[in-house]
């Protein structure tokens, strides 16, 4: 059985980490899998039994720090690569899956140590900004083959003048509802609120809950019957405080709520919305509004990049990345009718090409043809 390495930043709940957890469980009867992450996150408790996951500190404390140091000074490598080169040498790994491109020192110690790599991007040029030119040489040319998670993705590449063992593979739709939940209740949800719509991620300047307070503000002034959620979002965080403050401060205390779900909840939750508003400045992908249009549910985003390989180039999306035009297009799909069922059918005719089984299909593939 072939044995493969996979780099992967937390094994968390995040959109990338899902769709590898999700192949991972899949075919981990076809290859040896060893999995080395750089911060422990809640996945890894889930993972088959056979699969070995290794936390390496990149930043070391105490005394390995100095180590570190000291390390650094005679060879300029760092600690957590001599640790990684020992594994190797030890388990003979035919092939480093690298998840992501945010560990561009992983692909130059493969490329260093010639090693055979396939590195899955997830992210848009915003996340490489700041790399130095040897690094964005490694990462956009070193790669045995690179697998992008959507055409916004692949801009990259094709900037840098990667022509070839270069696909892309949109994520699968990877969760479907257990139950359905009356978000009234569970939410404690004044009942005269009939018209929910819901965002989810963690709170950062890209997501923009600036914006989304904005447009809930918009809206609740025309009509008190909306409600607006924001799911996720980490409470200790300084951009969550500020949100809960603001959200005060303009009398939205009945209109918002910002719900800690689990995220294997997420979308049970999402079967009692009206609809998604995706308030991201840019996207890669969008597993949310691939989610919601599985349930159903008109989604509400600008061209951030990605979505257009969730809901196709024929879906109406917001003209302007304005609040204003924002919540014209969420009142025009809770007046009209016949325009809410148009997004509506758009999303149903391209579930089919989420399929998770397909698309584990095309990535054994590519990695049985590295091998």
Not at 26 to 39: L, R
Not at 64 to 72: C, E
Not at 84 to 95: S, T
Request: glycine content about 4%; overall charge positive.
């Amino acid at each position: 059985m072939n044995k493969i390495l996979i780099f992967t930043p937390y094994l968390a709940y995040s959109g990338s980490e899902l769709v590898l957890f999700n192949y991972i469980a899949s075919v981990h009867q076809t290859f040896s899998f060893d999995i080395v992450t750089f911060n422990k996150g809640a996945l890894v408790e889930k993972l088959p039994s056979n699969i070995k996951c290794i936390t390496i500190e990149k930043n070391p404390i105490g005394i390995t720090k100095i180590f570190d140091f000291i390390y650094r000074i005679l060879t300029k490598k760092r600690w957590y690569e001599r640790s990684i080169i020992k594994l190797q040498r030890k388990k003979q790994y035919q092939l480093w899956y690298i998840n992501t491109l945010a560990l561009p020192e992983i692909v130059q110690l493969a490329e260093k140590n010639n090693i055979k790599t396939i590195l899955h991007t997830h992210e848009l040029f915003q996340a490489i900004s700041n790399y130095s030119t040897a690094e964005i040489e490694c990462i956009t040319q070193y790669p045995n083959y690179v697998i992008c998670c959507s055409t916004a993705a692949k801009k990259l590449f094709d900037i840098y003048k990667r022509e070839k063992n270069i696909s892309i593979v949109n994520p699968p739709l990877l969760q479907h509802p257990t139950q359905k939940i009356n978000l009234l209740e569970k939410c404690s949800i004044p009942t005269k609120k009939t018209k929910i719509w819901g965002m989810a991620g963690r709170m950062d300047t890209n997501k923009n809950p600036f914006l989304f307070i904005e447009i809930c503000e918009l809206l609740i002034n025309q009509d008190d019957t909306f409600h607006f959620i924001w799911f996720g979002g980490n409470p200790n965080s300084t951009i969550y405080q500020y949100c809960v403050k603001l959200i005060h401060q303009k009398k939205l205390t009945n209109h918002i709520s910002l719900i800690n779900t689990q995220p294997e909840d997420l979308i049970n939750y999402m079967t009692g919305l009206s609809g998604i508003v995706l308030t991201s400045f840019y996207e890669s992908f969008s597993l949310i509004a691939l989610e919601g249009m599985s349930l159903n549910l008109p989604v509400v985003s600008h061209n951030n990049g990605g979505i257009i390989d969730v809901l196709g180039i024929d879906y109406d999306y917001v003209p302007a990345y304005t609040a204003n035009k924002y919540a014209n297009m969420i009142i025009q799909l809770e007046t009209i009718p016949e325009y809410r069922t148009k997004l509506i059918e758009l999303g149903k005719s391209r579930i089919k090409f989420f399929n998770s089984k397909d698309k584990n299909e095309q990535i054994t593939q590519i990695i049985n043809n590295i091998l």
